[in-house]
């Protein structure tokens, strides 16, 4: 079975921490996998896209890696603020399943001031 | 760009009434994909179109049907609706599906209230 999985399922840290969030999934035959932040009463904001092909992806402080091999993810956010804090998602793509994707139960990150 | 409009944003029906939802992708998106949303259970996957055909369907009651248009808007309805089928309803739209490598774009989803 498919399965996609994130731990930790809350994280609360001091702001200007650097920070990672982990995500493991259960078939190494990948599409891509991406990224989301979910703010409260929200849809879904694409954050990173990662191809089967690539190894990482970065945007601004946020840096995303993938080890196919392992079934492995990992999104690192870089000096946390505030504004950060909301739900995090990973979602895979396996194949055969077109545009499918699978999510983890995702991260709920606090960032205090 | 407008990005994804789902209407409307908010429903309250009653057990048995069923309900339609409303879904515009991004301009020039041709696939579109709906899941629900619950504290239990997360994101589940229901179904995807791609140029006006269902290319993939979740492991829902067949209460769950949906349909795609030639602009590419999409439609999801629930008939027979039960207390269980309160959740948020999302709706994602993609340039291309499955290897295409397109990231997929959500709208604020429509909040459904079953009484």
Known sequence: KQEVTQIPAALSVPEGENLVLNCSFTDSAIYNLQ??????????????????????????RLNASLDKSSGRSTLYIAASQPGDSATYLCAVSFYN????????????????P | KAGVTQTPRYLIKTRGQQVTLSCSPISGHRSVSWY????????QFLFEYFSETQRNKGNFPGRFSGRQF????????????????????????SLGTGG?????????G???SIL
């Open chain 1, 97 to 112: 399943q077109g545009g499918k994707l699978i999510f983890g139960q995702g991260t709920e990150l606090s960032v205090k």
């Open chain 1, 35 to 60: 990224w989301f932040r979910q703010d409260p009463g929200k849809g879904l904001t694409s954050l990173l896209l990662i191809q089967s092909s690539q190894r990482e992806q970065t945007s601004g």
């Open chain 2, 70 to 93: 030639s602009n590419s808007r999409s439609e999801m309805n629930v008939s027979t609706l039960e207390l269980g089928d309160s959740a948020l309803y999302l709706c994602a739209s």
């Open chain 2, 100 to 108: 295409s490598n397109q990231p997929q774009h959500f709208g604020d």
């Open chain 2, 110 to 112: 429509t909040r459904l």
């Open chain 2, 36 to 43: 629900q949303q619950t504290p239990g259970q997360g994101l």
